[in-house]
């Protein structure tokens, strides 16, 4: 990129400058001696083309739509579309969210994305003992295909994509008359990082790989406007995990996927072109920008290189992008948009596909209608006032960014090396490795800020004792048994007979090796619980208990 003459002349001016630097910052020695991101990368004090000698234009940076992807994979990016703006939500009964959707669907939302209760994540239906008092309170209760039905009444779900759960969602578009091949949208499906970060797990490993392979070949022949997985770094980075730990540990479980499909016999440049990912946005703003570009470098080389795969949209990595939940105070609630804006901000600067902005009150509860609202038109003043979508990765180049996006593939690889080594991710999570390195981090970072080495705004510095009101969303306590008597209504109502034989036939598909997505569509059609189902489950693969390593 530089001339090697140009280098010398630089490197002359820089350790000038450098020598003024140190006279400068020794008048304030009240400052930091030491400068680095919230994941506790080193940070310089300047950037110059010294530190990106080493980067080949073509091979590391490149063009948008070109290998390796570092700029884009779309050629046009944001002027061609803005980014899906797909609000993550769900409280209560199927009619409230139904309500919230048309809400946000109102207000200009472009993509819908569901929030399951804690009983549904699990596998329970609401009349479970183990779900005494978690109805509707951390998303929607969800027990058979009428609340589906409930929940997607009145949208347009033939024209907008979904994020949510699968077979339910077939089921109830099949019922209104759309074909399974017209639909589009997202499963998380991610079992292995409910493993290492999340933890609502309900069968062991390798059964919960199985199914997962299900769902990739099924779609893969059946619904090819569905992405069949949505690979998620974001709950490792809730979890604790620094952005480098986040960026491995989420594309070494996109390995074992692959690694899966192919032992299934799909043909990779079948199924890749539809795995798509999710990612974190936490606050250190040039950090998360980086990590998103080393991110599609990454996983371009892991697909041609590793893979063999010959389409190129097979190696491209689609995201989608959350705000950092984990960055939010309950201490001074409001400064939350600000973290919330700068976040999104990274995000569309590091060239997401979807976007979801945390309300500021989600460290308290489930977001109020307004304070939705406000999460909403953040994006949409970045989209349309900001200017930063007008042309495509506006930060490509900076000295800083680009040495920052490789310093953090290298340390992701490394990562990734020794999961190979211990023989992937699977036998990396039965050895408690991605767990204890993401405790670890935790640890390191909730010492430096009890030690104020880092700075929360509002909890360790800048304190207020004045409490600030926020208005909170109640979820009403007569929700759980209203949707207990409907379960049960639905339980009367069907036809038990068949439920039975549908549920039976998923059982004897589970002893086998038969693909089981068409038994778990034919049981939901004929209104099986969502418990019975996973009872199948339980039975059959067994049930997971979490190791509990620190």
Not at 86 to 103: E, V
């Amino acid at each position: 990129m530089f001339t090697k003459e140009s280098i010398e002349k630089i490197d002359v001016e820089n350790k000038k400058w450098q020598q003024v630097y140190n006279k400068s910052v020794a008048k304030t020695p009240e400052r930091l001696t030491r400068f680095s991101s919230v994941s506790d990368h080193p940070v310089q004090n300047l950037y110059t083309p010294l530190d990106i000698k080493d980067l080949d234009y073509s091979n590391d940076i490149g063009f948008p739509n070109q290998y390796p992807f570092t700029r884009g994979v779309q050629p046009s990016m944001y002027r061609g579309r803005l980014w899906t703006m797909r609000m993550f939500a769900g409280l209560g009964s199927a009619k409230d969210t139904n309500k919230r959707f048309h809400l946000l669907v109102n207000e200009g939302q472009t993509g819908l994305s569901t929030a399951f209760d804690m009983p549904t994540l699990m596998g329970y239906d609401t009349d479970s003992p183990k779900s005494v008092g978690e109805c509707g309170r951390c998303g929607v209760a969800i027990d058979t295909l009428k609340d589906m039905e409930i929940l997607f009444e009145g949208l347009p779900i033939d024209r907008i994509t979904t994020s949510m759960t699968m077979a339910m969602y077939i089921a109830m578009a099949e019922k209104r008359g759309i074909r399974r091949e017209a639909i589009g949208g997202t499963i998380q499906n991610d079992m292995l990082k409910e493993f290492i970060a999340q933890k609502t797990f309900m069968c062991p490993p390798k059964p919960s790989m199985r199914l997962i392979t299900d769902t990739v070949e099924f779609a893969t022949k059946e619904v090819p406007r569905w992405n069949p997985i949505s690979i998620s770094g974001y709950h490792i980075r809730e979890a604790g995990s620094t952005a480098v730990q986040e960026l491995a540990f989420t594309l070494a479980d996109g390995i074992a996927y692959v690694e899966a499909a192919l032992e299934r016999g799909l043909a990779v440049d079948s199924f890749a072109p539809r795995l798509s990912f999710f990612f974190n946005s936490h606050i250190d703003f040039f950090e998360e920008i980086a990590k998103y570009r080393a991110a599609r470098r990454m996983w371009a080389k892991i697909m041609s290189e590793r893979f063999k795969a010959k389409d190129q949209r097979s190696m491209w990595l689609r995201f989608h992008t959350q705000t950092a939940g984990c960055s939010l105070t309950a201490q001074q609630p409001y400064n939350n948009v600000i973290r919330t804006s700068l976040e999104a901000l990274a995000a569309v600067l590091g060239g997401t596909q979807s976007l979801h902005t945390n309300s500021l009150d989600e460290v308290l509860a489930l977001p109020t209608e307004e304070a939705a609202t406000i999460a909403l038109r953040t994006q949409q003043i970045i989209a349309e006032e900001s200017g930063v979508a007008n042309t495509i990765d506006p930060l490509g180049g900076s000295f800083y960014i680009e040495r920052l996006t490789k310093d953090m593939e290298e340390e992701a690889f490394e990562y990734i090396k020794k999961i190979d080594d211990m023989g992937g991710m699977v036998a990396a999570i039965e050895r408690n490795y991605p767990q204890l390195e993401i405790a670890d981090a935790a640890y390191k970072y909730q010492k430096q800020i009890d030690s104020k080495e880092k700075t929360v705004v509002g909890v360790n510095k800048y304190v207020t004792e004045e409490e600030i009101p926020v208005e909170i969303l109640q979820i009403e306590a007569e929700l759980e048994e209203k949707q207990i008597q409907w379960t049960n209504q639905v339980k009367d109502t069907r036809d038990n007979k068949k439920v039975k034989n549908a549920l039976e036939k998923l059982g004897e598909s589970a002893q086998r090796d038969d693909n089981l997505m068409h038994p778990i569509i034919d049981a939901v059609k004929e209104y099986a619980t969502e418990q019975e189902i996973c009872d199948v489950f339980r039975e059959v693969f067994g049930v997971y208990r979490d190791p509990g390593v620190y």
